[in-house]
């Protein structure tokens, strides 16, 4: 992967994160998120769902700020993100994955609505209120049900979420 490859990567995962687009990850980025998905799906933020979500979400952010916020000032910039995050992101995103595994489980509880696993309709809700790309998500959804059955297991969203964020860098 060449350099330009890879900024437009890293700036791809780091506007994800940066849900109201300020230029930095933080802790209300999360909550943005999680309030996002409350919202797609009508469940309330006081319901038990809710609560799990916003907890899923604090931690996420936890595991953000520990490993990028070099500062401390409770912020992440897209520095920070390329020197931190995305180096570990890079060298362990199994790691990444499991800094984020209550968040995305929590996020699996809300979208599984019928109580027997996430289609890939639910999948595409989900990353629409994360502000991804309707293009982008239905072939996120598509690939993630690589088997057809429709439904997602919880294993296969985190292996896809570690393979999403594990970049590599220019001559890795």
């Known amino acids: 992967m060449d350099s330009a490859e890879y900024e437009r990567k890293i700036a791809a995962r780091f506007a994800t ?3 109201d ?10 909550s943005t998120a999680a309030r996002a998905v409350l919202a797609e799906f009508g469940t309330t933020p006081r319901s038990d769902k809710g609560q ?5 979400a604090e931690a ?13 000032d409770q912020r992440v910039s897209r520095d920070e993100f390329i020197t931190g995050a995305a180096k570990r992101l890079r060298d362990n995103p199994e790691r990444f994955a499991e800094i984020a595994r209550p968040f995305l489980h929590a996020v699996i509880a809300v979208a599984d609505v019928d109580g027997d696993g996430v ?5 595409v809700r ?19 049900d690589g088997d057809g059955d ?8 985190l292996t896809a979420f570690a393979g999403y964020c594990g970049v590599e860098a220019p001559d890795a």
């Open 17 to 19: 994160f940066d849900q």
């Open 21 to 30: 687009g300020n230029g930095t990850i933080d802790r209300e980025d999360f």
């Open 52 to 56: 799990q979500l916003f907890s899923g």
């Open 60 to 72: 996420f952010w936890q595991g953000m700020a520990g490993i990028a916020d070099v500062d401390g």
């Open 119 to 123: 289609t890939p309709q639910a999948v």
């Open 126 to 144: 989900v990353l629409r209120a994360l502000r991804i790309g309707p293009d982008v998500a239905q072939l996120v959804a598509a690939v993630l």
């Open 150 to 157: 429709g439904r997602i297991s919880e294993a296969e969203i």
